[in-house]
């Protein structure tokens, strides 16, 4: 007797919803992904053990790069403007639309402030290849010591953290300390890397 062959039929699969829901994944990632912010100096920080992690935001940020260069920056956009009305009352200058929306945008500067509103006036691509000569730190002028100031009235949360490079010296980091124990700050963090260095 013969076999009755059952003819097969080919299975189908829809993959139109798959799709949808991969390119929904992709946009959703694009869209909520923090890109690492332009930052004014490259600071090579050292190793640490320290587990305890920064908040994700209200964090004021002192950069100290290899050359004693001192930089300055906050996380927030309004706290940045109110700075930047003070800056320009303590070193009397004006400040236009523009120049407040390019300040608002930075994240960090290291320059004389007397410098800023010729800053803030140059194009971006010649704003990003300026090399700034960081903060006027001196025993006479201190204006990291304003900043810290102005920063802090306009946001009182902030979170201090000190970000200096390796290979700065002692005596670098320690001009930034003494100006936070002169503001009466004792409580800041230095960061550093999560590796274990090595011993």
């Given amino acids: ?115 800023m509103p010729q800053y803030l006036s140059l194009k971006d691509e010649d704003r990003r290849s300026y090399k700034q000569p960081g903060l006027v730190v001196t025993d006479s002028i201190n204006e990291l010591s304003d900043l810290v100031q102005f920063a802090r009235v306009a946001n009182p949360k902030l979170r201090i953290a000190i970000r200096a490079d390796k290979a700065a010296n002692y005596e670098d980091v320690d001009r930034v300390i003494e100006t936070l124990r002169e503001r009466k700050i004792n409580r800041f963090n230095l960061i550093t890397s999560a590796k274990i260095a090595a011993e």
């Fill in 1 to 115: 007797m013969s076999k009755v062959k059952v003819k097969r039929q080919n299975a189908f699969i829809d993959m139109t919803a798959m799709c949808d829901v991969a390119f929904l994944l992709l946009t959703f990632f694009i869209l909520t992904a923090k890109f690492k912010p332009n930052e004014a100096v490259q600071v090579d920080i050292p190793a640490s053990r320290a587990q305890i992690p920064l908040p994700d935001k209200d964090i004021m940020l002192i950069a100290v790069d290899t050359d004693g260069k001192i930089f300055f920056g906050v996380d927030d956009q309004n706290t940045r403007l109110a700075m930047l009305n003070e800056i320009a009352k303590k070193w009397s200058f004006q400040v236009d639309a523009d120049q407040q929306r390019t300040f608002q945008l930075m994240d960090q500067f290291g320059l004389p402030m007397a410098q």
